[in-house]
C-alpha cells in the first residue's frame, strides 16, 4: 500500500491530523478512542490489515481528536460539541457532505452525538465497543484509581493493554506497540486531562 500522506484542517486555530485512504461508494469517517495516533496505526500489522479492508469498499477517513495524536495540543480537552466540529473540520477539508460515522471505544459517543446533532451530515452510524461514559466502562472504582495511577507513574509501557485488548496481553510485539501507541496518542497529562 502506498505511503498515506497526513494532513491539517482546521477547527478554529486547532490543527486536527488526518489521512483519507481507500475507495468506494461510501465516505467512512472514523472517530478514535480517546488517544489515537494515525501514524501509528499503519505500524501494527493486525490493525493495518483492518484498516486496509475498511479502505477495500469505502473512502476511509482517519482522525486525530485535538489534543491527541497528531493534532494540536490544548490546555484544556473541549467538550464534545467542539469535538464534533473536529468531525466536521475533517470533512469539509476533503469536500464530504454525508459520511458514515463509525465511532470505536469513547468515540463512540462522539460518533453517537454527531450523528443526532448532524443528521444531514450522517449516512450511517456505526458503534464498536462504545459506553456512554468512560468511566462506567471500568468495572469498580479500584480499578480506575489503579489506571490513574498507572498513567500518572507507567504511561507509555503498554500496561493499559489489559483493559483495552486483554487477548493480546501476551503478544510481546504487540504489548510493545502499545506502549508506543500510548506515548504518541497522549502524554499522561493530555489523558488525565480527558477525564476531568
Given amino acids: 500500500m502506498e505511503q498515506i500522506r497526513t494532513r491539517y484542517a482546521k477547527n478554529g486555530d486547532i490543527h486536527v491530523a488526518y489521512q483519507v485512504f481507500g475507495e468506494g461508494d461510501v465516505d467512512l469517517v472514523f472517530v478514535p478512542g480517546f488517544i489515537s495516533h494515525i501514524e501509528n496505526y499503519w505500524d501494527e500489522p493486525n490493525l493495518a490489515r483492518w484498516l486496509r479492508r475498511l479502505g477495500s ?3 476511509t ?10 493534532s494540536d495540543r490544548v490546555s484544556k480537552l473541549p467538550g464534545l460539541d467542539v469535538r464534533m466540529d473536529d468531525v466536521c473540520s475533517v470533512m469539509d477539508a476533503e469536500g464530504i457532505e454525508k459520511a458514515a460515522i463509525f465511532g470505536i471505544s469513547e468515540g463512540g459517543s462522539l460518533a453517537t452525538l454527531f450523528a443526532a446533532s448532524h443528521p444531514d451530515r450522517s449516512r450511517a452510524l456505526i458503534l464498536c465497543g462504545a459506553f456512554a ?8 472504582q479500584e ?9 500518572d507513574s507507567d504511561w507509555g509501557r503498554g500496561e493499559s493493554l489489559q483493559l483495552f485488548a486483554p487477548t493480546m496481553e501476551d503478544d510481546p ?13 497522549g502524554s499522561p497529562g493530555a489523558v488525565k486531562l480527558s477525564f476531568s
Fill in 173 to 185: 510485539a504487540f504489548k510493545q506497540w502499545w506502549g508506543k501507541f500510548e506515548r504518541l496518542g
Fill in 57 to 59: 469498499f469505502s473512502r
Fill in 133 to 140: 461514559q468512560f468511566t462506567s466502562w471500568i468495572p469498580t
Fill in 61 to 70: 477517513i482517519l482522525f486525530d481528536k485535538q489534543g491527541t495524536g497528531l
Fill in 143 to 151: 480499578a480506575m484509581e489503579n489506571f490513574f495511577q498507572y498513567i
